[in-house]
T-cell receptor
């Protein structure tokens, strides 16, 4: 089945530790995204990538880093600089088209990150 | 960047009552998407509206895009317990970007 896979489902971070969240897609989508979800806050964009070896900061990129070495993979690292990392992290992918229509986002099942 | 304001934040209804959530923008939107997130789940795409005044229906769900393309609504007729979840609108950020910016969502609670 085609889809987007996130792992792990739950992750715990110790103070001062970097942790990496995995995101893999086999939909052959060019664009991939990371969103952070906090209760009552909706989804806020952390980083996105339109093409391999290129990515752009979103609205809340501070304390996070990403890489896009392969089309299928877009891992997110939550660094120790992120002082409030507890949240639900969602990875998504989409095609890219021009014009007034946007391609729909396909989301992974998410990773819940908590601080010990 | 583009901001879409979504109201209400929460809505409690009795099963069988109708429900509406609204999404508003201060600028003209090129398109708007709607997603549903079940409790404990991830957002799932419902629909996209592109044309001014567009109305689309999916069974008991009716989606509208305003004439000025600055607002949109999702209306559910005769809610069921399966409608429980958070409904998000999403629209591209300004400046010709295709990146969706999400509203804060409306959480629908249906009481049997």
């Amino acid at each position: 089945d085609g889809g987007i896979t996130q792992s792990p489902k739950y992750l715990f971070r110790k103070e001062g530790q970097n942790v990496t969240l995995s995101c893999e897609q086999n939909l052959n989508h060019d664009a991939m995204y990371w969103y952070r979800q906090d209760p009552g806050q909706g989804l806020r964009l952390i980083y996105y990538s339109q093409i391999v070896n290129d990515f752009q900061k979103g609205d809340i990129a501070e304390g996070y880093s990403v890489s896009r070495e392969k089309k299928e993979s877009f891992p997110l690292t939550v660094t120790s600089a992120q002082k409030n990392p507890t949240a639900f992290y969602l990875c998504a992918s989409s095609k890219i088209t021009g014009g007034p229509s946007n391609e729909k986002l396909f989301f992974g099942s998410g990773t819940q990150l908590s601080v010990l | 960047g583009q901001q879409v304001m979504q109201i209400p934040q929460y809505q409690h209804v009795q099963e069988g009552e109708d429900f509406t959530t609204y999404c508003n923008s201060s600028t003209t939107l090129s398109n708007i998407q709607w997603y549903k997130q079940r409790p404990g789940g991830h957002p799932v795409f419902l629909i996209q509206l592109v044309k001014s005044g567009e109305v689309k229906k999916q069974k008991r769900l009716t989606f509208q895009f305003g004439e000025a393309k600055k607002n949109s609504s999702l209306h559910i007729t005769a809610t069921q317990t399966t409608d429980v979840g958070t409904y998000f609108c999403a629209a591209p950020a300004s400046g010709g970007s295709y990146i969706p910016t999400f509203g804060r969502g409306t959480s629908l609670i249906v009481h049997p």
